[in-house]
């Protein structure tokens, strides 16, 4: 399986996902990274996405969580569909947020990760979930995962 990102260019996420970007709400970039899921094992039955970036450990002590999905059942996540589609969960950010935040490294540039992990079912969550809810919910159910990484500077 892999993933790809058409907002992923050489490594480097386009402005437009991230601080640069002219969609916000309240400071948060909001225009969702679009990503397409190829070659997902046939007994696939949804995907969970964890999009976070690893380098804020280093400003605020914690990796900072972007974007959560859960009971996805598409393959490819169009420009934007935090918000404009209702057909998977997203669970809160490290905004305390339901959606899509884009990257804001304060510091430097950071290195983020978009990992999308294809499931044998379908998980027992609702809207509002947190990261370490969805790992739990995800135990015993992981067939294979993909990463694509991509970077945003400051």
């Known amino acids: 399986m892999e993933v790809k990102s058409e907002g992923i260019v050489n ?26 899921i190829v070659g997902a094992p046939k007994e696939t039955k949804g995907f969970a996405v964890i999009f976070d970036d690893p380098d804020s450990v280093k400003v605020c002590g914690k ?11 598409k393959t490819k996540v169009e420009d934007d569909d935090s918000e ?9 950010n490290s905004w305390n947020d339901n959606s899509y935040g884009g990257p804001c490294p304060p510091d430097a540039p950071h290195n983020y990760r978009l990992t999308v992990y294809a499931l044998n079912q379908d998980l027992d969550l609702t809207g509002n979930f947190s990261l370490e809810h969805l790992k739990e919910e995800m135990e015993g159910k992981v067939i294979c995962s993909a990463t694509i990484f991509g970077k945003y500077s400051n």
């Open 63 to 73: 990796v900072w969580i972007h974007w959560l999905i859960a009971n996805l059942h």
């Open 84 to 92: 404009n589609s209702f057909d998977f969960l997203q669970g809160r």
């Open 11 to 36: 490594g480097v996420i386009l402005d437009k996902y991230g601080k640069r970007g002219k969609k916000q709400r309240f400071g948060m970039p909001t225009l969702s990274l679009p990503f397409e």
